[in-house]
């Protein structure tokens, strides 16, 4: 059983900054990539950035040049560095993971969500 639980979420001020976490554990035999969504009730779920096990990185336009994804030293982890907050930044943000629990079997994992709010 494969199990993804986020963290550090929280209030900020406009043009503040917070940083996720989101940490893996369970059966894992490889990470294939790592992913952060956010939703807001009523729209549908968006990809916010997504790392690879290689280290390639992609965002969401409305993020580029104000959020980082990395991953972690242990690399069951990845974080995302928020700054220059916006409050239409405000979200539940999900941690998303392409894990294998053997060899040439994947399945995506999600957290249970953190929410973030933006506001002065």
């Known amino acids: 059983q494969v199990q993804l639980v986020e963290s550090g979420g929280g209030l900020a001020q406009p043009g503040g900054s917070l940083r996720l976490s989101c940490a893996a554990s369970g059966n894992i035999f490889s990470i294939y990539a790592m992913r952060w969504y956010r939703q807001v009730p009523g729209k549908q779920r968006e990809l916010v950035a997504a790392i690879t096990s290689g280290g390639s990185t992609n965002y969401a336009d409305s993020v580029k040049g104000r959020f980082t994804i990395s991953r972690g030293d242990a690399k069951n982890t990845v974080f995302l560095q928020m700054n220059s907050l916006k409050p239409e930044d405000t979200a539940v943000y999900y941690c998303?993971?392409?894990?294998?629990?053997?060899?040439?079997?994947?399945?995506?994992?999600w957290g249970q969500g953190t929410q973030v709010t933006v506001s002065s």
């Open positions: 998303n993971a392409r894990i294998s629990e053997r060899v040439g079997r994947y399945n995506d994992y």
